[in-house]
Each structure stands twice: as C-alpha cells, then as structure tokens.
Antibody
C-alpha cells in the first residue's frame, strides 16, 4: 500500500524551529518528488516547495526560502521539512505529498499521495 | 507570479445536480501542470484531475476537467452526497482559494 506517514503534532514557541518527517512506503522513494504544502485553519492550501529524494535537489517558495529546508534519509525513505524562526502565523497543518513527473519534468501527474498532515502550533 | 482565482466562492446545490467550478489564471498556463483537488474537513486533499483533463486513479467519471490558457473548469455531472467539499485548482507553486460545494 502506497502511503506517506507524517510525524505527530508539535507545539513550539516563537523563534524556535520545527522538523516534520514524512515516511514513504509501498513505492520507490527516490522515484518521485516530494512536495510540501501547508494550510492555516480555514484558509487555502499554500505550496512551500519540493525535493527530489534521489539527488536531494530542492526548490522553495519565495515566501519560505529563507527559513525552510528540505532533507531526506534514503535509508528509511523519509523526507523532512524544517522551518526555522517560527512565528504565530506559522500555526498550520503541514502536508507532504508525492509528486510524480514524467522523465523530462515537463508534465506533472499531480500530487497523488498525501500524508495525513502534521499540526504545528506556535504559541507563547 | 501567477495568481489563480476560483469562482464561485460557494456553490449551493442538491444531490443529483450538476456542479461547474471555474479556475482562472492571471496569465496563460500550461495545461501540463494544472490539477484539481478535493478536500473535506480535517482531511488531506485528494487528487481528482491532473494535466487539466485527466482523472486520477480511482476517481469516478462524474468528475471531469477541461480548459486551456487562462481558464479551466471542473465539472461534477451528478453530485453524490460524498462530493460536498472544498475544491482547489493548482498550478506548480500556486493554489486557488477554493470553491466550497455545499448542500442546498
């Protein structure tokens, strides 16, 4: 069964960092991009960026590029999203999603498998 | 930066009716990267359509996507009770604000 399982809810103080994990199973981890998306309660989905697990290539939304980093551990098929310098407005549910592309990267098959989401609360 | 606008904000319909949801971009898009997602409260989004018009695996044929350039449409031909949800269009690094389909 193809699935992404994310780590549990986190509560952090402003200025701290959070690291969310996303473990893949049921498919070849290195064969698909991983996208990260967040959703503030009651608001739209917000794209944060992507990572290619095979080579570790990453791309970030401009809004987050100074504070976020994506990494991976291929030995256990896990992707990580670390967000630094947390602010109250970073309180949100964070999702990882498998994102297949064709071999040229010029066609996307959508984000076809999603993690269950990780709630990050920033509170003093 | 591309901006996606969805209309209407809310669509109030009855089961069995047809739903037509619009997604308009601030500039011409490649259909190769246009997708639609369904999201229910407390759940992760679910991929419905990719490449503007291709149904994802397991998606019923009452869902269809169309469009090109800056204007795209998601159509649900006959609403089932489980279809009442929020629908988002997406292109590369941008999501639309969503259309809520609720029960009339």
């Amino acid at each position: 069964q193809v699935q992404l399982v994310q780590s549990g809810a986190e509560v952090k103080h402003p200025g701290a960092s959070v690291k969310v994990s996303c473990q893949a199973s049921g498919y070849t981890f290195t064969g698909y991009d991983i996208s990260w998306v967040r959703q503030v309660s009651g608001h739209r989905l917000e794209w944060m960026g992507w990572m290619k697990p095979l080579r570790g290539d990453e791309g970030y939304a401009k809004k987050f590029q100074d504070r976020v980093r994506f990494t991976r551990d291929m030995s256990n098929s896990t992707a990580y999203m670390e967000l630094r310098s947390l602010r109250f407005e970073d309180t949100a549910v964070y999702f990882c999603a498998r994102t297949p592309y064709d071999s040229s990267g010029s066609y996307s098959y959508g984000m076809d498998v999603w993690g269950q989401g990780t709630t990050v609360t920033v509170s003093s | 930066e591309i901006v996606l606008t969805q209309s209407p904000d809310t669509l109030s319909l009855s089961p069995g009716e047809r739903a037509t949801l619009s997604c308009r971009a601030s500039q011409t898009l490649s259909t190769n990267y246009l997708a639609w997602y369904q999201q229910k409260p407390g759940r992760a989004p679910r991929l419905l359509i990719y490449g503007a018009s291709n149904r994802a695996t397991g998606i019923p044929d009452r869902f269809s996507g169309s469009g090109s350039g800056p204007a795209f449409t998601l159509t649900i031909t006959r609403l089932e009770p489980e279809d009442f949800a929020v629908y988002y269009c997406h292109h590369l690094n941008t999501f639309g604000p969503g259309t809520k389909v609720d029960i009339k």
